[in-house]
Nanobody, 126 residues
Framework: QVQLAESGGGLVQAGDSLRLSCAASGRTFRSSAMGWFRQAPGKEREFVAAVSYRNGNTYYADSVKGRFTLSRNSARNMVYLQMNSLKPEDTAVYYC???????????????????WGQGTQVSASS
């Protein structure tokens, strides 16, 4: 069983930066994608960013493109989300997720992910 653990969230001012980390542990599995999702109160969980291990490419939601950067250290089973120029609308619980079957066309869908972290709170106030 794979376990994911996020860290790095916090309370910051609008315009500030945060870096989230996700550590994967447990039984080895063939992951096709690792992604970041977020969920604000009263809203559905939405796609933020992901990396496909099928082609090595990264993908971003339009709302964060140019501000957020996903990176990875596969040897350490780690993925990161660098968040710059944070806005109040970025406030949410951020989740790390792993998929064993997602393709480049489906990795934005949270239903494609098998494993989820516990979430870390990000709050950006103006």
């Amino acid at each position: 069983q794979v376990q994911l653990a996020e860290s790095g969230g916090g309370l910051v001012q609008a315009g500030d930066s945060l870096r989230l980390s996700c550590a994967a542990s447990g039984r080895t599995f063939r992951s096709s994608a690792m992604g970041w999702f977020r969920q604000a109160p009263g809203k559905e969980r939405e796609f933020v960013a992901a990396v496909s291990y099928r082609n090595g490419n990264t993908y971003y939601a339009d709302s964060v493109k140019g501000r957020f950067t996903l990176s990875r250290n596969s040897a350490r089973n780690m993925v990161y989300l660098q968040m710059n120029s944070l806005k109040p609308e970025d406030t949410a619980v951020y989740y790390c997720a792993a998929s064993t079957a997602a393709t480049m066309r489906t990795l934005t869908n949270p239903n494609e992910y098998n494993f989820w972290g516990q979430g870390t709170q990000v709050s950006a106030s103006s």
